[in-house]
């Protein structure tokens, strides 16, 4: 009888981390487990799930493992995101992941997480529980690669500016003429919509590093620091 694979214990608990990340690099995925297992067994965790299909893998430029779940992987998991017919949307979600785990190392952004599913109308890439003094939020997160149409992006303005769900929304921006092009629009809609939109560039930024401190920042129609802005 054939045997079948079916993945219980710690390599449950890899899948599970794998779709919180949803793309990420072997060794950065490691990081962030329980770190109750060596790197070694870790990678033999992998390295099977990567020979049952449940895991996929690719190298890249900065020669790291990056990885992240399968068709069947998702489905065996309730946060999974299948790629199998997007491999734009696998490049976008690996330096989307990196965004955000950076994001969560500045002192007032407590937990974060990725998303798939709209939360009141919206469907940012991922959320950030914040806090400012005594004042708790939450900031939605948005990476904007290449351009959307103008009509896309003031309908987004417009749902962030009323959503009850979220207090602000950072974008981050990797080419400056994306950035000008959301500066442009932001600055012909109304105060309550600008009040709520932050608008990041770093020209920089790449699947592995993200200097969102230097970072200039433009909120309520002016160039801010990010420390200006969040500290």
């Known amino acids: ?20 990340w949803k793309v990420i690099s ?6 962030v487990m329980d770190g109750l297992i060596t790197y ?3 990678a033999k965790q992998v390295q099977k799930l990567e020979a049952e299909g449940f895991i996929s893998s690719f190298m890249a430029h900065d020669r790291n493992k990056y990885i992240y779940l399968t068709s069947i ?24 992941s990196m965004v955000l785990r950076e994001l969560l190392k500045f002192k007032n952004f407590k937990t974060g997480e990725m998303l798939d599913e709209k939360i009141g109308g919206i469907a940012p890439d991922a959320r950030i529980d914040a806090q400012r003094g005594e004042v708790e939020y939450v900031l939605a997160v948005e990476l904007e690669l290449h351009r959307k149409s103008k009509d896309r992006i003031r309908e987004k303005f417009k749902k962030y500016g009323s959503s009850e769900t979220y207090s602000y929304c950072l974008y981050v921006f990797q080419r400056p003429e994306v950035h000008n092009t959301y500066v442009g629009m932001l600055k012909s809609m ?3 919509i600008q009040k709520k939109i932050i608008l ?5 930024l ?11 920042c433009w909120f309520k129609n002016e160039v801010k620091s990010f420390e200006a802005i969040f500290a």
Do not use: W
């Open 1 to 20: 009888m054939e045997k079948v694979f079916i993945p219980i214990g710690r390599y449950t608990n890899v899948l599970s981390q794998l779709a919180k």
């Open 26 to 31: 072997q060794r950065e995925l490691f990081s």
């Open 40 to 42: 070694q067994g870790f």
């Open 73 to 96: 992987g998702a489905r065996s998991t309730s946060q999974g995101t299948d790629y199998s017919n997007s491999k734009e949307m696998l490049g976008h979600d690996l330096m989307c």
């Open 190 to 192: 109304s105060q309550k």
């Open 200 to 204: 990041l560039l770093d020209g920089n």
């Open 206 to 216: 790449t699947i592995s590093e993200f200097n969102f401190q230097d970072s200039e």
